[in-house]
């Protein structure tokens, strides 16, 4: 289920395909509507044209495209095609993949997430925490935001700024992601303004979870 | 910039319809369109892509539209948006020798080599209104190629050959920048710190506002900082723009931009080591902008004083002071931030006055007693209160 936050950057039905600036512009502010409304699933579409095949998820290879350039490190986890990705890194997007802890994004699957170090994820400062690193997962599973109405296993509950709390209860269906995970980010958020945030891509869907929002494992008392 | 504004929600909305309405103006003129803007209003697009730092005529002719011609909005629509684009790497340095010429003349060599090109400017017009564009009967010009050159047996087939400031260097008689230490400051990532070097100033004085610029160039020269210089040249047309890709070992043209360019003959400096030469202001903009170039060379030399040894006296001359304000939006933004609710501070400081003003009246020598009773405005303060309680405990 995709969710449209209302933004003046979306034109009603294009009859034409969007320029390149225009395209940049809203996808950028769908990238923006995610983080402000953690949970919420955005659309982020690609219609100037196809995107080349480069082994990541529209979603996913949108995001990568919008946010990481030459001022910007990523890092890609084992799982994903290491070769490809590093040529249309440098070749599109002029610049370098580099080692997890040196990376202002690192693009995983849900798989890579036991095998991933969170400790070695950049926080940021104190007094820059805008440094800290922005997990990317390219999930893929069943639809994220088609959960029940009631409490299920395997499903988080989210809380936190950009979530109506007079509102519907919000739940997202994670369970192939480990309990263990998300006792590892609350540990590495533990100190904030400083932590990580993360990006859930899932085909053409996107995801934010901020640092600031809390996450209730169902069944589970603690929220991290 | 400050932006950030609460309020209630549907009072907010109506504001934005109104806003919407207000650019509008009335529904029976037709609207105008973005392509009529960024066509037909060259000067200010010229501005805001300068000032916004981002060159796009059409996005600068949106931008326009959307902001209702209000200049220095429009640059804050087109700044704001620039942030989102992906910096995908850095031009190479713009060889100006280069330049396909539209507009060239030098105050300083009537003959130079090339020839002086009027090209299109405002400088020859009597500032008489044109009463034909009221009915829209601005004339189409055609075949104005030979029109451009003031003489064009002294054009050459390559306009873009010769620059002034090469010719007075062949001498010697120009000095020469010096190169600065390192790579140059991003201004777009650093923040400005003071000193800066030539570089980065320069890059601020680009997206600096015209009219603060102009403003101060216009002071330099009424003598706060002995700065009359010559127009050595002003150039304005097209210049390739390279990027040096890596992958392919080679340097591809991504395309053409319009900029404007001035270099300014400054006073000359020398010592007893030193033969004297001639001194060098710098201004460049996208588009054509010439105000703002010469304006902003003229700045530029004034900022030089420490290169040459000058006295620094004249506001000019101060870094701080020029580079610190010249922002349209940082100076725009504080002094709008002034409309944001103050009412706490506000508060505060009607109690301080309050009470300052009841403690005065309280202190002033009264010959009957009976007049302090007869000033109801004077409100009973806390330091009243004070004294009557110590009275009471004598």
């Known amino acids: 289920m995709t969710t449209q936050a209302p933004t003046s950057a979306q034109a009603p039905t294009p009859a034409q395909a969007p320029s390149a600036a225009e395209q940049s512009a809203r996808q950028f502010r769908q990238i923006l509507d995610a983080q402000s409304y953690p949970g919420r699933a955005l659309s982020l579409m690609q219609e100037t044209g196809p995107l080349d095949p480069v082994g990541l998820s529209p979603a996913c290879q949108i995001l990568v495209e919008n946010l990481v350039n030459r001022d910007v490190q990523v890092a890609f986890a084992a799982s994903l095609p290491s070769a490809e990705l590093a040529r249309w890194v440098r070749l599109t997007l002029n610049s370098e993949v580099v080692a997890v802890a040196e990376a202002d994004f690192i693009v995983c699957r849900q798989a890579d997430l036991a095998h991933l170090d969170l400790t070695q994820l950049g926080l940021g400062t104190m007094a820059s925490p805008e440094l800290g690193a922005t997990l990317v997962i390219d999930y893929q599973g069943p639809d994220l935001t088609a959960v029940s109405a009631e409490a299920t296993a395997g499903c988080v509950r989210l809380t936190g700024p950009g979530i109506n709390p007079q509102g519907p209860v919000k739940r997202l269906n994670l369970t192939e992601i480990d309990a263990a995970f998300w006792h590892q980010r609350a540990d590495c958020n533990g100190s904030f303004p400083m932590g990580f945030d993360i990006f859930i891509c899932r085909d053409s869907e996107l995801i934010a979870l901020p640092r600031t929002t809390r996450i209730q494992l169902e069944g589970d008392a603690a929220c991290m | 910039m400050y932006v950030a504004v609460k309020g209630g929600e549907q009072a907010i909305d109506n504001a934005h319809r109104l806003l919407a309405a207000y650019c509008r103006g009335d529904a029976q003129a037709a609207e105008v369109s973005v392509a009529q803007l960024s066509q037909q209003c060259p000067f200010a697009i010229s501005r805001i892509m300068t000032e916004g730092s981002l060159y796009d005529r059409d996005l600068a002719g949106l931008a326009l539209k959307q902001a209702g011609g209000d200049l220095v909005e429009a640059i804050f629509l087109i700044r704001a948006f620039r942030t989102t684009l992906s910096r995908f790497g850095y031009s190479a340095p713009v060889d100006t020798r280069a330049m396909r010429i539209?507009?060239?003349?030098?105050?300083?060599?009537?003959?130079?080599?090339?020839?002086?090109?009027?090209?299109?400017?405002?400088?020859?017009?009597?500032?008489?209104?044109?009463?034909?564009?009221?009915?829209?009967?601005?004339?189409?010009?055609?075949?104005?190629?030979?029109?451009?050159?003031?003489?064009?047996?002294?054009?050459?087939?390559?306009?873009?050959?010769?620059?002034?400031?090469?010719?007075?260097?062949?001498?010697?008689?120009?000095?020469?920048?010096?190169?600065?230490?390192?790579?140059?400051?991003?201004?777009?990532?650093?923040?400005?710190?003071?000193?800066?070097?030539?570089?980065?100033?320069?890059?601020?004085?680009?997206?600096?506002?015209?009219?603060?610029?102009?403003?101060?160039?216009?002071?330099?020269?009424?003598?706060?900082?002995?700065?009359?210089?010559?127009?050595?040249?002003?150039?304005?047309?097209?210049?390739?723009?390279?990027?040096?890709?890596?992958?392919?070992?080679?340097?591809?043209?991504?395309?053409?931009?319009?900029?404007?360019?001035?270099?300014?003959?400054?006073?000359?400096?020398?010592?007893?080591?030193?033969?004297?030469?001639?001194?060098?202001?710098?201004?460049?903009?996208?588009?054509?902008?010439?105000?703002?170039?010469?304006?902003?060379a003229l700045v530029d030399r004034a900022l030089r004083g420490d290169e040459f040894n000058e006295p620094e006296d004249a506001p000019a001359q101060q870094q701080e002071f020029v580079l610190a304000h010249c922002d349209a939006l940082d100076a725009s933004g504080f002094v709008s931030h002034l409309k944001l609710p103050h009412y706490v501070d506000f508060q505060s400081e009607l109690e301080l006055i309050r009470s300052l003003r009841a403690k005065a009246s309280a202190q002033q020598p009264t010959e009957n007693p009976s007049d302090k009773r007869s000033q109801p405005s004077v409100r009973p303060s806390h330091a009243d209160a004070l004294e009557v309680t110590d009275d009471s405990a004598r």
């Open chain 2, 102 to 296: 539209e507009r060239r003349i030098s105050a300083v060599y009537k003959d130079l080599p090339g020839g002086q090109v009027l090209g299109p400017t405002f400088d020859y017009t009597h500032r008489l209104l044109n009463f034909q564009l009221l009915e829209n009967r601005a004339p189409v010009q055609t075949d104005i190629a030979t029109a451009a050159a003031v003489d064009p047996s002294t054009a050459t087939d390559s306009l873009s050959a010769h620059r002034v400031s090469d010719l007075l260097r062949q001498e010697g008689l120009l000095s020469s920048p010096t190169a600065s230490a390192g790579e140059p400051v991003d201004l777009s990532l650093e923040p400005l710190t003071f000193p800066a070097q030539r570089t980065t100033r320069l890059q601020a004085l680009a997206r600096g506002d015209e009219g603060f610029l102009m403003s101060m160039a216009y002071s330099t020269q009424r003598g706060y900082a002995r700065n009359h210089p010559f127009a050595g040249e002003i150039r304005m047309g097209w210049v390739e723009v390279e990027f040096y890709c890596a992958e392919m070992d080679d340097t591809l043209c991504l395309g053409e931009i319009e900029i404007s360019e001035c270099d300014m003959v400054n006073q000359f400096v020398g010592s007893k080591d030193a033969l004297p030469q001639f001194t060098q202001g710098y201004g460049l903009s996208f588009g054509y902008n010439e105000r703002k170039i010469m304006a902003m």
